[in-house]
């Protein structure tokens, strides 16, 4: 007899992601910074994607790239950073997943019942802008 197991796995969807959209531009406006605010699904895979006017463009990937890391690893980047530099235990780890993994701030999880769901990232400013914005959105979940 072979037995079965189905998991069963909540997600982010698109209502949540503009929610969490509305939240970061709003906190976005109010530090005069444009950002690119990104939203991935339970799964790592993006949900969506906003870029503010006058956000800069190399931040697209890096924003989507930071959603993806803080879903893989259920960690925020900005704590998974900490431990990728030099003679700490995530060392290189950056080079992972064919170069999608960021470790800057502004990557955090989102979570609904215990349970991480999916991810917000963040970029456009200094690390401290970003992970600014990244919790306003959060927070809004």
Do not use: C, Y
Not at 10 to 28: H, I, K, N, P, T
Request: aromatic share 6%.
């Amino acid at each position: 007899m072979t037995s079965q197991m189905i998991l069963q796995q909540q997600s982010v969807s698109l209502d949540d992601a503009r929610r969490v959209f509305a939240a970061g531009e709003e906190r976005a406006r109010a530090i005069g910074q444009p950002m690119n605010i990104a939203v991935v699904d339970a799964g790592g895979n993006l949900v969506a994607h906003i870029r503010m006017d006058g956000a800069w463009l190399g931040s697209i990937d890096i924003s989507i790239n930071k959603a993806f890391t803080a879903r893989a690893f259920n960690l925020a980047t900005k704590a998974l950073a900490e431990n990728a530099q030099p003679g700490e235990q995530f060392f290189g780890i950056h080079a992972s997943n064919a170069g999608q993994v960021m470790i800057f701030a502004g990557g955090i999880p989102l979570q609904s019942g215990g349970q991480i769901v999916g991810a917000v990232g963040v970029s456009g400013g200094s690390g401290e802008q970003d992970q600014t914005v990244a919790e306003a959105a959060a927070a809004a979940f």
